[in-house]
Each structure stands twice: as structure tokens, then as C-alpha cells.
């Protein structure tokens, strides 16, 4: 036998799995046989308050994804207004494209549901995809009795940091109450809700970084509340007095106002949650214009398309910080399972206001303040995302119309 054949035998035999490992289900079809979108509600913590509004309740579309030999997966996209026609697109428009096909094809089924509309747009066909995508790596890591964020190639992080999200846009009182009852709990970072106008914004945020000290990490998210002129005045009064980073200061879609507050601005900016796809973030990330950037894995095509905004971010030496918020459980853990494996993963967004759709919906708790050790959350290590469905509360908050 010659050099060459006795390599190419060699390779053969390494490439071809043993028998009776997870190898097997790995060259074989895992087909999907149903999937379905379920429009949910439930109400929020009273004040729950951001720069644009006051919200009373919270909506998501989880999914849910079956394979012929019974396993089931589970997804989740956000659907803030209008969870039900979010359902209703995932059911009439998606569904179809996935049936009878083979679940492993991950990024195929992504680039074929983002086909499914002319012209390719983003919002809220990405944020539809991002619920099944979820559901796919689910149903992939449950199959190979794998968490996902082994799937991804890992970083072997079993817990990763965290800051504590939000202190409500309150008076100056009601948030230093808030910051302290935070505090308490542990968290070793905070970040901080602003709004206007702009004296009341900078006087609250000398007054939370008196009520927290010098040694907290603090942040601030102001939801896009400013104009331009208005930003640089908060942002330096931020850098002022020693914040972390200022988040979404102006409109998503002002990239040229971020290059502006990149360079007039010493304090770090951070953005990205209003992204939908790698092409949206790249606009903020290949000129540094945010030292952070924040994707939500429920709203930027799911873990196949946010795992490529992370990559991008290392790529260019920008950190990788998953944004949450009232997301459900799914969302949570998928979020987690990402900053377990991302490379340039910094914090992660830790929801410390109960959430029915994330602190009911599954059986095990995830991403809870609760489960905070030494300013860390535990990781999930279950197949798939490590988490169980309480089918119990799914029909508890489940909404027709």
C-alpha cells in the first residue's frame, strides 16, 4: 500500500464515527415535523419605565419545533406589539419553507427564510427567523446531548460576568432607592435608565453614583432619548462622574451621529440592540464607533446571525455584550449559551425586575438575579439550552388575538 492510500484509509476511518456514540445522529437527518408560533403576555412590575415609555405588560412569540423521532425545541422572538401577527407570520410564512427538512441545516433554513419576503429587509422578518433559528440549534444540541454553546466551539466559561439591568427612569430619589436595593443583591455593576430633559438626567446620575459609591461599575442606558447636541452634554457629564459606558444615546439609524459622539465623547459607547443583522452591526463595529455592541439573540436572526455579530466584534476588537431585557426564558438562555462561547463576550444583561415570561416559563431558573455568585449567572449545561418549558405557564399566558 502506497504512502497516499494508507493517509487516505487513516483519514477515512478518523472521519467515520464510532458505533454507538452521538457521531450517528450527527450523519444522519434530524427531520423537523411540525413547527408552531405561540403569541404571549404577561404583566409587568409596576414603574417599570424606560426614556420612551411606561410599560405595563411584556409580549414574545415562542417556538416551538418537533422533529419526526420526537424531539421538541424551543425558540423565541421578540413581538413587543403585536406578538399575535408575529405568530401568525412564523405559521403562514415560514413554517412551510422547514417542513419534512433536515433540522442540522442550520444556516441553510436562515438564508431561506430571509428570502422568504422581496427584498430581503430586516425587521420584523429577521426578528420572526430568529425565533425558529433558536428553536433549530435547540433541537440540534438536545440531539447530540450537547449544550449549544459547545455547538459554537465554547470558551469553556461555566458562569459569565454581569450588570444589573435597569434602574427605572425615576426622580432622583426612586432611583438612588432602586440602586441600593441593587446593591444588595449582590451585583457588581448597575446600569442606569435616562431620559429627559437633560439637567434631570444628569442630576439623577450623580445622584445614583452617590447613593452606589466610586467602586460600582456603572452604566447608562438613555434609549435613544437625545439629540446630538443634547448627547454630548450627558455624556460628558457621565464620563465626569466615572460611568462605564453610555448606551444608545441617539437614534439607532444616526450612524453618522455616532462617529460624531466617537470622537467628542471620552466616555464608551455602546449600541446594537435595535440591529437585525451582521451588516447592520458592521456600521458600528469596523470603526469602533461603540466599545460595546449589544445584539439581542431574539431579534437579530437568532443564534446563527448573532453569533456572526460576535465574531465580527472580536474581528475588530469590539466587546460582545448580549442585550436581554423583558425577554422570556428562552431568549435568556439562548443569550447565555452565546456569552459562554463568544471570544469578545464582556457582561451580560441581568434583569433584576421580575418577568413572568422568563422567571415562570421554564421549570429551571435562568438568568435570575437569584442565581448571582460572586457578580457571576451560571451558565446552563443541558443539551441544547439547558432549559425545560412549563407548558403550564405557556397556556397561562398565552394570547389568541
Not at 421580575?354 to 435570575?368: C, K, M, S, T, Y
Request: with cysteine; net charge neutral; proline share 5%.
Amino acid at each position: 500500500m502506497t504512502i497516499r492510500a494508507s493517509a487516505a484509509k487513516a483519514a477515512a476511518a478518523l472521519a467515520r464515527p464510532a458505533r454507538g456514540t452521538q457521531g450517528d445522529r450527527a450523519g444522519s437527518p434530524l427531520t423537523i415535523a411540525s413547527i408552531r408560533a405561540i403569541p404571549l403576555t404577561a404583566p409587568m412590575q409596576s414603574g417599570t419605565r424606560t426614556s420612551q415609555a411606561t410599560y405595563d405588560k411584556v409580549s414574545i412569540v415562542l417556538v416551538e419545533l418537533r422533529t419526526t423521532d420526537g424531539i421538541v425545541g424551543w425558540g423565541e422572538c421578540l413581538g413587543r406589539f403585536g406578538a399575535t401577527a408575529y405568530a401568525d407570520f412564523i405559521n403562514s410564512v415560514l413554517v412551510p419553507l422547514l417542513l419534512g427538512q433536515d433540522a442540522f441545516a442550520i444556516r441553510r433554513h436562515w438564508l431561506r427564510m430571509r428570502a422568504a419576503l422581496t427584498g430581503r429587509a430586516g425587521g420584523m422578518l429577521i426578528e420572526a427567523i430568529a425565533g425558529v433559528d433558536i428553536a433549530l440549534w435547540d433541537v440540534v444540541g438536545k440531539a447530540l446531548g450537547q449544550p449549544v454553546h459547545r455547538l459554537l466551539g465554547g470558551m469553556g466559561r461555566p458562569a459569565v460576568d454581569c450588570y444589573a439591568s435597569s434602574i427605572n427612569w425615576a426622580d432622583a430619589a426612586t432611583m438612588q432607592a432602586q440602586a441600593r436595593a441593587v446593591m444588595a443583591m449582590g451585583f457588581k455593576a448597575i446600569k442606569v435608565k435616562l431620559g429627559r430633559p437633560v439637567e434631570q438626567a444628569i442630576a439623577a446620575a450623580a445622584a445614583v453614583r452617590a447613593a452606589t459609591g466610586d467602586g460600582m461599575r456603572l452604566g447608562v442606558d438613555a434609549n435613544w432619548a437625545y439629540t446630538l447636541d443634547e448627547a454630548l452634554r450627558v455624556g460628558h457629564a457621565l464620563h465626569d462622574l466615572g460611568y462605564w459606558f453610555f448606551e444608545e444615546p441617539i437614534a439607532p439609524e444616526d450612524v453618522a451621529g455616532y462617529a460624531h459622539l466617537r470622537r467628542a465623547l471620552p466616555i464608551m459607547l455602546a449600541a446594537g440592540e435595535s440591529d437585525y443583522t451582521v451588516a447592520h452591526a458592521a456600521e458600528l463595529v469596523r470603526d469602533r464607533l461603540v466599545g460595546i455592541i449589544q445584539p439581542d439573540v431574539a431579534r437579530a436572526g437568532g443564534i446563527s446571525e448573532t453569533r456572526d455579530i460576535a465574531t465580527l466584534a472580536q474581528a475588530f476588537h469590539v466587546g460582545y455584550a448580549p442585550h436581554v431585557g423583558w425577554s422570556g426564558a428562552v431568549c435568556v438562555a439562548a443569550s447565555l449559551q452565546l456569552a459562554a462561547a463568544m471570544p469578545a463576550f464582556t457582561s451580560f444583561e441581568c434583569m433584576f425586575i421580575g418577568n413572568p415570561l422568563r422567571d415562570a416559563l421554564a421549570h429551571e431558573p435562568v438568568g435570575a438575579a437569584s442565581q448571582l455568585a460572586d457578580g457571576q449567572l451560571p451558565v446552563p449545561t443541558g443539551p441544547g439550552l439547558g432549559i425545560t418549558i412549563n407548558l403550564d405557564a405557556v397556556e397561562r399566558y398565552r394570547v389568541d388575538r
